[in-house]
């Protein structure tokens, strides 16, 4: 006999999804909704039963994300065990609820479960869904698709299956934050007032918008190119983002001109390595594609021996320190070679470098400080931006083309260190 579970009240938008019958259920809703909780509640009582649950994020500190919110859950029912090790909850019922995240989608292989959460849905690699749908095969399991929306990207197209009539296991809702009666209209309001229109569309009305991303539009469309070959008579120009912390990622970017159209040719990106193996990636890197190469040495933990030790090397080098004029001028001037189609990238087929790229273009957002009124660039909670970061700034690098004045305003706005 399985134990009685107290699970907390969920308000009336929370429970309609709760209650579905439907195998398959699609959530996009707006920040602050309270999908967390709903799926955490959904997926302690489909556990408490005897279940097996996976809990699947687009990365590490998603999941995490989850995991405390299950956890706080778990920590109110009576014989429930928590184990940190391997973030997993344990019911007597011998249900369990594991947490996954979908960075490397082949490792979600497996078999026998009965419900998939995939959280933030759509900032994760298609893929993901691929490689657990057979998982649900022999036991009939189901599954939830909770996210804000993303442009149009894969997470519209499951969402689209849930209001075909001729899908009948699919069911999809769309919830805006104001949704959630516990959130006070007047700082929605003000929310809305700071953004941008299309940021508070997507963010906070969880509509799915033309076009591709909240910065970045027409990135598929320019995403085609392929990893070039080094070649001697061609000037390159690169940019590396370095890696900050142990969750971030180092990425470097490679551009050159062609008849006045930017073209990337080459893209790299790791973490978790040491200093001595970044400076050897690094060099090699510039000593194939010879030409301009910067670094961001932005922050005093970037300073002086990156350049150095690069330089004994033989790799003549820079290094470039953002604020926030000089990134959002070259947020901008990217933007517009989008639109412009003067712009070629490397196809997400061509390496796992560009796989990432094209998907933290088309998540890179726009905010506007409530106190300064100032735009900032920066990637989604929870996620990365360093290879939009190499991307834009190595192009702007390569850009030859533009104006003597406009040369010399761009490069006014930085700080540089050789």
């Known amino acids: 006999m399985h134990d009685v579970y107290t699970l907390p009240d969920l308000h009336p938008a929370q429970e ?11 959530l996009s809703c707006g920040r602050r909704f309270g999908k ?20 699947i994020a687009p990365t590490v500190r998603q ?12 920590r109110q029912l009576p014989n429930v065990q928590i184990r940190e090790a391997d973030k997993s909850i344990i019911f007597p019922s ?27 849905a759509a900032y994760m690699d298609p893929e993901a869904w691929s490689v657990i749908r057979p998982a649900l095969a022999d036991k009939r399991g189901r599954a939830i698709f909770a996210s804000t929306p993303n442009g149009r990207n894969w997470f519209c ?17 769309s919830f805006a934050s104001g949704t959630n009666p516990f959130i006070d209209p007047a700082e929605l309001a003000e929310i809305r007032r700071t953004l941008p229109e299309r940021v508070w569309l997507q963010e906070y009305e969880g509509r799915f918008l033309e076009g591709e991303g909240l910065v970045f539009r027409a ?24 890696s900050g912390t142990g969750q971030d990622f180092t990425a470097l970017a490679v551009f050159r001109m062609d008849r006045g159209k930017l073209v990337q040719v080459y893209a790299d990106r790791w973490g978790g390595l040491s200093f001595e193996i970044t400076i050897a990636r690094i060099a090699a890197a510039a000593k194939r594609y010879r030409g301009s190469w910067a670094l961001d040495t932005t922050g005093d933990k970037f300073d002086d021996p990156w350049i150095e030790r690069l330089q004994d090397q033989g790799v003549r080098a ?20 989008l639109e412009n189609n003067e712009l070629t990238l490397l196809s997400p087929e061509s390496c796992d470098a560009a796989r990432v790229q094209l998907a933290e273009l088309l998540s890179y957002s726009a905010s506007r400080s409530p106190i300064s009124g100032t735009i900032r660039y920066n990637a989604p909670p929870g996620q990365h931006d360093d290879s939009v970061v190499a991307a834009f700034t190595a192009a702007w690098m390569a850009k030859d083309e533009m104006s003597p004045e406009e040369y010399r305003y761009i490069c006014g706005l930085f700080e540089t260190t050789m």
């Open 16 to 26: 309609d999804v709760a209650r579905s019958e439907a195998r398959f259920r699609v």
């Open 36 to 55: 967390t909780l709903a799926c955490a509640v959904i997926a302690c009582r489909e556990s408490g039963n005897g279940g097996r649950t996976w809990w």
């Open 63 to 74: 999941a995490d994300e989850g995991w405390r919110c299950i956890k706080e859950l778990a």
């Open 94 to 120: 011998g249900g369990s609820i594991e947490f996954r995240t979908a960075e490397e989608p082949n490792r979600l292989r497996g078999s026998g479960l009965n419900l998939a959460v995939f959280d933030e």
């Open 157 to 173: 197209d499951v969402f689209r299956l849930g209001d075909d009539p001729l899908e009948p296991d699919w069911q999809s809702w």
């Open 219 to 242: 990135v598929t469309r320019a995403s085609t190119g392929k990893i070039e070959e080094p070649n001697p008579r061609m000037s390159y120009h690169a940019f590396v983002d370095l």
């Open 318 to 337: 820079r290094g470039l320190r953002f604020n926030s004029q000089n990134k959002a001028a070259m947020v901008l001037a990217f933007g517009a070679a």
